[in-house]
């Protein structure tokens, strides 16, 4: 366990460390807190240095009720903005695309330039004493690493390299600078609390089980384990035998050919990163891939995720990156499945959180971020009255 955990721990009788009470995961205040005290002061993925390579590209993300527009300049930099006309507050684009060299708000047509400044008030003469200088698009802080472009929409954490550190060293040799989208970044929407999708993609104890595919092709995670402060890593290492299953059997016996710009022994690994409070990133040998879990309602989270990869057109890369992707499809629809239990599970009268195994610290880091953040998350039922 980290330092951290040991310092935070909270203990029962009998040395049993436990999880959240159920409530937390079903409740409209904590949705709330949770956004204004834990995501919206964290770094949070947008997209890929190279999603938007030329002036006027861009990516939007919603996070709750605000959203964010990520562009490339006309002088080749990376800005941020609250996606928000200062005019009336109409939402200025959606998705992603090209803006050309102005920025347009679809409602009365305010048009600001790519760095934000306000030019264009159709009717100008009927705005008393306008000064346009006073109402640019709101920018925010904006950071790169690792090739993504990450916000941050009201908090001062450390850069996203900093929180890293010495994991971050690890993503070097994959050069993620270098890669390209390999598809279009997709959302999904899962009946879960974000929270429980968090907690599943934090511990491995639950693969043996859950993912009987993933499994058969690797040794468990936990099985090489490090970690920083707000960040943990999972190595999963290829097994000598084969998989039973023809998919994982010939990912097995191709990724070794395929993968050549890898030293050997990274072609024979898959490592699973986190970074509190609700961002995952999955790297191959072939490919990697970002999820960010984010908060809806109570019991409903918003998956939001991409694939990337070096630009490789061989035929052995394409069979990979397909049978990787089927592989992957699988998990995925696995951990939904599982979440969803969880969360109808957490619903019972009857449900009190039971022990956690050390294979589920960081789930329990993330749980002492909760605590910390929002008190009331240590009582065992909801409070009436929220501080």
């Known amino acids: 366990m980290s330092s951290l955990i040991v310092e935070k721990r909270q203990m029962r009788p009998g040395g049993e460390i436990h999880a959240l009470p159920a409530w937390v995961y079903n409740n409209a205040d904590m949705t709330r807190l949770e956004l204004e005290r834990i995501v919206l002061p964290s ?34 930099g990376i800005r941020a903005f609250h996606n928000v006309c200062r005019h009336r507050g109409a939402r200025l684009l959606d998705g992603s695309g090209s803006c050309s060299s102005t920025i347009t708000c679809p409602y009365h047509g305010w048009t600001y330039r790519q760095d934000g400044g306000l030019i264009g008030t159709p009717m100008r003469e009927s705005f008393a004493g306008l000064d346009r200088s006073k109402h640019g698009l709101r920018p925010m ?12 929409l009201t ?10 550190g010495r994991l971050g060293e690890e993503l070097a040799v994959y050069r993620f600078e270098d890669m390209v989208p390999l598809g279009p970044i997709s959302v999904d929407v899962w009946p879960v609390d974000w929270k429980i999708a968090m907690d599943n993609y934090l511990e491995s104890y639950h693969v043996p089980i859950g993912h009987p595919g993933l499994f058969r092709m690797f040794s468990p995670d936990y099985d090489d384990q490090a970690s920083v402060p707000g960040v943990a890593r999972g190595v999963s290492w290829l097994r000598d035998t084969e998989s039973s299953n023809w998919s994982e059997r010939m990912y097995q016996r191709l990724i070794g050919r395929a993968a050549t710009q890898l030293p050997e022994a990274q072609r024979r690994c898959w490592r699973f990163y986190s970074m509190l409070p609700n961002l995952g990133i999955d790297v191959f040998p072939d490919q990697m891939d970002f999820f960010q879990v984010l908060p809806d309602v109570p019991g409903r989270c918003i998956v939001r995720s991409g694939l990337f990869g070096l630009p490789n057109a061989s035929a052995e890369m394409r069979a990979v990156r397909f049978l990787g992707n089927r592989i992957n499809t699988q998990v995925n629809n696995e951990d939904k499945w599982l979440c969803t239990r969880v969360q109808r599970g957490l619903g019972s009268r009857s449900y009190e959180p039971g022990p956690l195994s050390t294979l589920e610290s960081w789930m329990f880091e993330f749980h002492n971020l909760l605590r910390e953040r929002i008190p009331e998350a240590r009582l065992p039922s909801a409070p009436r009255q929220f501080v």
Do not use: E, M
Request: net charge negative.
């Open 43 to 76: 770094w949070q993925i947008v997209c890929h240095v190279n999603s938007i390579p030329r002036s006027g590209d861009y990516v939007t993300l919603d996070v709750g009720a605000d959203s964010v527009l990520v562009l490339r300049d006309r002088d080749g």
């Open 155 to 164: 908090g001062d954490p450390p850069p996203v390299s900093k929180i890293w």
């Open 141 to 152: 802080r904006v950071d790169s690493a690792f090739g993504f472009v990450f916000v941050c």
